[in-house]
């Protein structure tokens, strides 16, 4: 589990310098979400939030590869969801129930509405939060 101080991790991104924003690093931090303490990873600077959902047996983690090319436009939240790595264990691990834990996330940041992208059970997630707030759900890519 992540401890509660700050962590900074430097990944190099290959981009002109010219034609992109480059973002190279990402934050390592943790909240606590209705009693569950939750490891997420964070970039970017400006732009409309981005959150990003793990599938099964993965992490926030998985997605390191693509947070610092979605930092240039967003500002990238990839979410350790309940159980998973950095976060505790939740009273129940369903769909529903992990798409109302990533809007009690949404809010204990103080974002209204975001981009979801889910993949595998992350997609599932956020297929669900979409349905049952559509109003928080900007955009939805499923894969």
Do not use: C
Request: glycine fraction near 10%.
């Amino acid at each position: 589990m992540y401890s509660p101080h700050l962590y900074l991790s430097v990944h190099p991104v290959l981009v002109s310098p010219r034609r992109f924003r480059v973002i190279s690093s990402f934050q390592k931090r943790t909240i606590d979400v209705e009693g569950i303490s939750t490891g997420y990873l964070t970039a970017g600077a400006g732009g409309p939030p981005l959150v990003l959902l793990h599938g099964v047996g993965t992490s926030a983690g998985e997605w390191t590869w693509v947070l610092p090319a979605l930092a240039r436009n967003h500002l990238v939240y990839a979410i350790d969801l309940p159980g998973y790595d950095g976060s505790s264990e939740p009273p129940d691990y369903s769909p529903a129930f992990t798409a109302r834990f990533v809007s009690a996330f949404l809010d204990a940041l103080g974002i209204a509405q975001a981009v979801v992208v889910g993949n595998s059970f992350g997609g599932l997630v956020a297929l669900h939060l979409a349905l049952s707030e559509p109003e928080r759900v900007s955009a939805l890519v499923l894969g």
